[in-house]
Structures are given as structure tokens and as C-alpha cells.
């Protein structure tokens, strides 16, 4: 079973950045697409990036195009999310998510921890 462990997130003032990092347990992180969600308090979570098991496409929610980067390593089985000019509407809690096959914004069946993103004004 794919484990995918979190690290980064935290509390960040508004114009901000931050980098999320999510470290997956398998030696076939390439068959695997990687997405990131977010969930704030009383909204529905939404995907805000995904990629391809090569890197080659990805995908941003309109919200955070031009904003947020995401990226992966497969030296080290690990996704990136790279978070700048962050704003308080990006304050939420912050999961990554893979999938076997090709990259989607939903059928995602393996869950990270998650991570708190707070954004000050």
C-alpha cells in the first residue's frame, strides 16, 4: 500500500509563499498522477494542481494559475507544491493525492495527511 507522507504548510503573511512536499512510499511513483486539494472550513475541497506520472502536464484550478507551481521528483518518489503570492482565500487545510493512470482533477484513492496553509492580512 502507497503511503504518501506531507511536510511544509504553516502560517504565512498575505504576498507570502510557501512549499508543500509530499513523499510517496513506492518504488513506481511514475505510474502513478499526483494531485493537491485543498479543503476550507465549510467549503467543499477542490484539486488546485495535478500532474502526469512524467511531469509533462498539469493542470490549475483558475484560482491559483500564475500562483502556484507544482512539480515532481522522481529521484526522491516526491511532488512539490510551490505556493507564492499567497492571499487569505488560500488559507486551508492542504492534501496531496495519487492515482494510478492519467492525471484528473478527481479519482484519487490515495491521501496524504494534510497541512494546515494559513494566510494572515
Known amino acids: 500500500q502507497v503511503r504518501l507522507v506531507q511536510s511544509g504548510g504553516g502560517l504565512v503573511q498575505a504576498g507570502g509563499s510557501l512549499r508543500l512536499s509530499c513523499a510517496a512510499s513506492t518504488r513506481t511513483f511514475s505510474r502513478y498522477s499526483m494531485g493537491w486539494f485543498r479543503q476550507a472550513p465549510g467549503k467543499e475541497r477542490e484539486c488546485v494542481a495535478s500532474?502526469?506520472?512524467?511531469?509533462?502536464?498539469?493542470y490549475y484550478a483558475d484560482s491559483v494559475k500564475g500562483r502556484f507551481t507544482i512539480s515532481r521528483e522522481s529521484a526522491k518518489n516526491t511532488v512539490y507544491l510551490q505556493m507564492n503570492s499567497l492571499n487569505p482565500e488560500d488559507t486551508a487545510v492542504y492534501y496531496c493525492?495519487?492515482?494510478?493512470?492519467?492525471?484528473?482533477?478527481?479519482?484519487?484513492?490515495?491521501w496524504g495527511q494534510g497541512t494546515q496553509v494559513t494566510v494572515s492580512s
Open positions: 493525492a495519487a492515482r494510478v493512470g492519467y492525471h484528473s482533477v478527481d479519482g484519487y484513492n490515495i
Open positions: 500532474i502526469n506520472w512524467s511531469g509533462s502536464t498539469t
